[in-house]
Each structure stands twice: as structure tokens, then as C-alpha cells.
């Protein structure tokens, strides 16, 4: 122990300069939602625990992806894969080669941790997110028991905490037990997991992701020590993870969507402005492939991903194999079709009928008044994806906390 660091904290600076505005707490800023709220604080460790095949690792991913894509560093300790999976996959998220090669260190220890090796490692280089991949196979590794409140301190003094001292967004990636009604709140082993993290998620798998099926899960938030995450949590849901394959499984594109910007029946809220950018992108450049629409495009990369994907399965663009490219040309121009007005319409018997439907949110079903054989949810729908045509962001905003007021208020 540094015997240098039992001494007061001079708080003067620090008390001027959270009052001026210049200091703030953690805030965080990787792992993005499609609404820009960040997931991940810079400079702390989080917990992501889920069963098997939940996608845990695309969630990971997506947040090294969205990080090396922008020219930051990451650092990526993969105690249960390859690096040919990671690779892998980071392509399929339509990662540039010369990024991973450039801004990704990824380790795969077989031996257990020296603090020489550690050192070499984070003072290679300034990493702005770091991922653990398989906590328990780490602890082992390290001849720990993750069942033990002392080697679970041990852990995280010995590896995360020295990694998120350096500034890094530490994510560890754990399982859960198999019992769901013994698992609480933290991932398999002791409590004290959960204690030492500033934030933690967990995954629950709606549909199982593969490279042939889209994917949905829930990421619950389970911890939040600084409260700038819960905040945008609705039942404890901080995102819908939608996890798209296209290209016959060659891409994927991973979103974490709000959970209120989701329709009752499942279906996702769509970038309709972002399919009109890369509809009259393909127009003026014919044969374009999924690269040179991420270049060109402006937007968030998994969203292009999901309004080229909307656009050739709408018939929008048609994509054609030409050696070993995809290249996409234009069938028609993109026109958001108008939704149905739906006018409440009575009964013979002079009420409304009740309809029942199932919500990915909540996991169960709810009931509803129906109009002209439609539920309320479906005019719900029309709505959210009228406000996500909107050019203005600040209209689109102040649009989407009106909706969000009157289906509270009744």
C-alpha cells in the first residue's frame, strides 16, 4: 500500500470547480443508444451478465466497434474465445481492417497475471474501453474463487481496477446461474461482484440472435452508482438491443434502441430519415457497396446498417453480387408510406371492443381498445414513426416528450 495516499484531500479546487460547472461527476459517453444516451462511464468498471448466446459479446463488440471506428483504443482480454472470432465479428460490424489492426489490442492469457505483464499493457498505450470477456474463466485463471467475497476484491484490485484508474470504460462480460428464481441481481458467485462496479446490466433474451434471424434482448440496468443510466431505464429496461444480420450473415448490425421508442407489437422504430439519405445516396452513386454508404452517409453506422437493410428488403434497393461485393442501385426513391387513420369507431352494441396484444417490453400481455378492428397501439405506432421523420432534432424531441406525456396521463 502507498503509504502517500493516507493524507487529506485538498477539496478547495475541486468544490470551485463542480460549482463553476468545470468539474461534473461521471457521466457517460460509449456504448450509445439510436438516441444518443450513452451507456458506459470513462474511468469505471460495469458488469454485463447474462445466459449463454444473450448477446453479451455483440453488446461488447458493438461498444469496441462504435470506439476503434472513431479512432480510439481498445483493449479487449478474451479469456473464452479466438482472435479469428473476434476479428470475425468486428468485420461483420463493418469495422475497417486498418482500424482493428491500428486501434485494438487483444489479448488471450493462458497464464496467470504478472503485474510486469499488466504494466506492459496499459502503459502501451491510453485506452478509452477495455472488455473482459469471461470474468469466472479470469478468476480461475488467476487462481481465485469467484464464490469468495475476499478473491473477488482480489480480482478486481489485481485486474479491472487497474485498467479503469487509467481512464478506460471497463466492461466484464460473466454468466449467471442457471436457476433464474437463485440469480438476483449480480452475476454467478459472490455478492460482492455486483459491490464493486459502477454500473451493471443484464441481457434477457425476447429472440435468440444468429446469423440468419434478427435478434432482440432486453438490457436491464441492476446497478447504477452515479444514476446517469437509470435515468434512462423505463421498468428497469435501459435498451433494446436489436441484434440484425444481412448479406446472408456477412453483416451485422447490433442497436440498442430506448425501450419507449418501440411499438407495442414489436415492431422497431424506423430511420426514416436516414433511409431517405442513403435511398438518394444510391441514386447518385449506382453500384455503391455497404462501405462506401458508411463513408458517405452521414449517421451513426448500425443505423445506416438498418435503413440500407429496410431499404433492399422494402424493394426500395436492389442488391446485386458482383464478384465479391454487395452492390446496391436504386429500384424506386424512398417515400415513407402514410399510416392508416384510424377513427374510434363504436360497436353495435354501442362500446368498444377489447383487444389484447403482446408487448417485447413488458413481457406479457395487456389489453387495449380496439378502433375499426385495430388497436390503439397500431395509431401509437403511426405516430413514433411520423416524429422519427422529422428533420428538426430539437422538434423531434420536444415531439417525443408530448407523446410520452399524453399515453401517461391516460
Request: negative net charge; glycine residues 10%.
Amino acid at each position: 500500500m502507498n503509504p502517500s495516499t493516507w493524507k487529506r484531500v485538498d477539496l478547495g479546487a475541486i468544490v470551485a470547480g463542480v460549482q463553476s460547472g468545470e468539474i461534473v461527476g461521471p457521466v457517460p459517453t460509449l456504448l450509445s443508444r439510436s438516441d444518443g444516451a450513452a451507456l458506459l462511464y470513462g474511468g469505471e468498471i460495469h458488469s454485463l451478465a447474462g445466459e449463454p448466446e444473450s448477446g453479451k459479446s455483440w453488446i461488447a463488440l458493438a461498444a469496441v466497434a462504435a470506439c476503434v471506428r472513431d479512432g480510439g483504443e481498445a483493449l479487449y482480454l478474451d479469456f473464452e474465445a479466438a482472435p479469428e472470432s473476434i476479428v470475425e465479428r468486428l468485420i461483420a460490424l463493418g469495422v475497417e481492417a486498418d482500424a482493428i489492426v491500428d486501434h485494438l489490442v487483444y489479448v488471450r492469457p493462458s497464464e496467470s497475471l504478472t503485474a510486469d505483464a499488466l504494466a506492459r499493457l496499459l502503459d502501451d498505450r491510453s485506452y478509452d474501453v477495455a472488455v473482459i470477456d469471461g470474468v469466472s474463466e479470469a478468476f480461475m485463471l488467476l487462481g481465485l474463487d469467484p464464490y469468495s467475497t475476499t478473491d473477488s476484491a482480489k480480482f478486481q484490485a489485481a485486474l479491472p481496477r487497474p485498467i479503469a484508474d487509467r481512464g478506460a470504460a471497463t466492461l466484464e462480460l460473466d454468466h449467471v446461474t442457471k436457476s433464474s428464481e437463485q440469480r438476483g441481481r449480480w452475476a454467478i458467485g459472490s455478492g460482492h461482484k455486483l459491490a464493486a462496479v459502477a454500473a451493471a446490466f443484464s441481457t434477457e433474451t425476447v429472440r435468440a440472435p444468429s446469423r440468419t434471424h434478427d435478434g432482440l434482448v432486453k438490457l436491464r440496468v441492476e446497478k447504477d452508482r452515479h444514476g446517469r443510466v437509470r435515468s434512462h431505464a423505463s421498468g428497469g429496461v435501459v435498451a433494446l438491443v436489436r441484434i440484425v444480420p444481412s448479406d446472408e450473415g456477412e453483416r451485422v448490425s447490433v442497436v440498442l434502441e430506448p425501450p419507449d421508442a418501440i411499438a407495442s407489437d414489436g415492431e422497431a422504430f424506423r430511420p426514416t430519415e436516414l433511409m431517405r439519405k442513403v435511398s438518394s445516396f444510391v441514386e447518385t452513386a449506382p453500384g455503391a457497396t455497404g462501405n462506401e454508404v458508411r463513408r458517405s452517409v452521414p449517421g451513426k453506422t448500425d443505423a445506416k446498417d438498418l435503413a440500407l437493410r429496410l431499404l433492399v428488403e422494402e424493394g426500395y434497393v436492389e442488391r446485386r453480387k458482383v464478384g465479391r461485393a454487395n452492390r446496391h442501385y436504386l429500384e424506386k426513391p424512398f417515400e415513407e408510406e402514410p399510416r392508416p387513420n384510424h377513427d374510434s369507431t363504436a360497436t353495435g352494441r354501442g362500446e368498444r371492443a377489447t383487444a389484447t396484444h403482446d408487448s417485447p417490453l413488458k413481457g406479457e400481455s395487456r389489453s387495449g381498445h380496439a378502433r375499426n378492428g385495430h388497436s390503439r397501439d397500431r395509431d401509437l405506432q403511426g405516430v413514433v414513426r411520423a416524429i422519427g421523420a422529422l428533420e428538426d432534432p430539437d422538434l423531434q424531441e420536444q415531439t417525443w416528450g408530448l407523446l410520452k406525456a399524453g399515453v401517461s396521463g391516460g
